[in-house]
C-alpha cells in the first residue's frame, strides 16, 4: 500500500517543488490549501493548477479568516507590501500562520489517516519569517506527536521540510528535474487578478535572482507595469 | 496598564472557571470560541452568557469546519457520543482541536497584542484527551515562542493552563468563589438547542460528579428525559 502524505500547498515555487519531491519518494500525495484572506489570492488559482498538473489524489482548500486578526501586508489592505529589502522579520509576516496551517493539516492526517506531512518552508532565501525555521519544523513535530491520537497510541508523525536548507536556486533545479512547470506557479505577494507578478516585492525578488543563479530561463509572467 | 489575556471559552464549567481565574489575577481578558462543527453548539450561547456575565473586553467567535475532516463523535454525526466509560482515548476526541485553537489564539494574541494565553484544560477528571496533558501544553508554549515575532523579538508567550492539575471538585469550589455562575455553562457533548444536558455523557457525568464531590447543589439544566 502507499503511503498518504499531506502536502501544503500555497501555489508558490516552493510548495510545488516540495509536492514533486513527496510524489517522487512515492507517496500518495493530498494537497491542502488555504484562502486566508491573502491578498495574494491568484495563488489559491495556481494552486489548483499545480496539484492538476501533479495527479494529487484530493486537493482541499480550507477557507480561514486571518485577516479578521490582520497584523500582515499580506492581509490588511492597511499595510503596504515592501518592494525594498528590510531588515528583521517584514511586514509580510503572517502571524501564526505555519502554525495555523499544520495544525490544520494534522488534523486532516489523523482522520486520513496520513503520518507525513510536508511544507515547503526555507531558512536560506527566504523573508526572514521565524516559522520557516528549522526549530520550529521540529517544535512542530513534537507538539503533534504529544497532541493526538495518533501520536500518542501509534506510530506518530514526521513533520518534512525538503526545501529548508536549499538554497532557491537548487529548489530550481530539482524541480524542473521532477517535472514542476514553475509557469503554473505563483509567488507574488501582490500577483493581479491574472497571476501576474509585480517583480518589485521580496517574493518576486528572491524568485527572480533563483532563476538567474539556476542559469534557467524565468517562466514568471510579470504585469505590464512590473 | 493592565495585561491584556486571551482566554479560550468554550462555553463549559471550566473554560468560565478559567476566564473567572484570569480576571482574578488582574488581566484584562478577551474571550475566544470556536464554531467548529461541533454537536452541541449550545455551548457558543453560554460562551456568549459566560463573556458578558464576566465582564470580558471583546468576544470573538471564529467559524472553522473541522467538521470537513470528521473523525469525532462530536463532529460526525454518524458517530454516536457514548454513554458510558470506555478506555483510552474516546471517539469524542476531535483531531487536532487544541492545536487549532490555541494556534489561532496566538495569532490574534501576537496582533492584539496579549503574551498570555489561558485554556482550562485539565488532565485529573477529564476524558483522556492527548490535548489536554502538561507536555502538549508545554510543547505548545515552546512552539509559539519559536515560531512567532513576538517569541523571538519581544517577551514570549506564556500558555496558562491553571485547571490541569485540579479535580473537578477543586475547579467548582474555586469557580464559585470567584463568582462563576455555573447556571450560564453547559458541559453536555449532545446538549438539546435549550442547553439541557444528556446526563448520560462523559462530560456530564463528570460535571455532575463534581458537583457532588464539591457537596454543592447543581445548577445544570437537564433535558426531561435525562
Chains 1, 2 share one sequence.
Not at 480550507?62 to 529589502?85: N, Q, R
Not at 490544520?104 to 503520518?115: D, G, H, I, Q, S
Request: glycine fraction near 10%.
Amino acid at each position: 500500500m502507499t503511503d498518504h502524505a499531506i502536502v501544503l500547498l500555497s501555489g508558490g515555487l516552493d510548495s510545488a517543488t516540495t509536492l514533486a519531491l513527496a510524489r517522487d519518494q512515492g507517496y500518495e500525495c493530498f494537497a491542502l490549501s488555504f484562502a486566508y484572506g491573502q491578498r495574494h489570492d491568484a495563488e489559491l488559482a495556481a494552486a489548483g493548477r499545480v496539484a492538476t498538473q501533479m495527479g494529487v489524489r484530493e486537493h482541499r482548500t480550507v477557507a480561514l479568516d486571518l485577516a479578521a486578526f490582520g497584523g500582515s501586508a499580506l492581509t490588511d489592505p492597511a499595510i503596504a507590501v515592501p518592494t525594498a529589502p528590510s531588515t528583521g522579520i517584514p511586514v509580510t509576516y503572517v502571524p501564526a500562520r505555519n502554525t495555523i496551517f499544520l495544525a490544520y493539516a494534522l488534523a486532516w492526517a489523523e482522520v486520513l489517516p496520513a503520518r507525513d506531512l510536508f511544507i515547503g518552508v526555507n531558512a536560506i532565501d527566504y523573508s526572514g519569517y521565524p516559522d520557516c525555521r528549522p526549530a520550529f519544523i521540529e517544535a512542530f513535530e513534537r507538539l503533534a506527536n504529544l497532541g493526538t491520537r495518533a501520536g500518542v497510541e501509534g506510530d506518530g508523525f514526521c513533520i518534512h521540510a525538503p526545501l529548508i536548507h536549499w538554497s532557491k536556486a537548487e529548489i530550481i533545479r530539482c524541480g524542473l528535474a521532477l517535472g514542476v512547470d514553475y509557469g503554473l506557479t505563483v509567488s507574488c505577494y501582490q500577483a493581479d487578478d491574472t497571476g501576474a507578478a509585480c517583480g518589485r516585492c521580496d517574493a518576486c525578488r528572491l524568485r527572480a535572482a533563483g532563476f538567474i543563479e539556476a542559469g534557467v530561463p524565468d517562466p514568471t509572467r510579470y504585469a505590464p507595469d512590473a
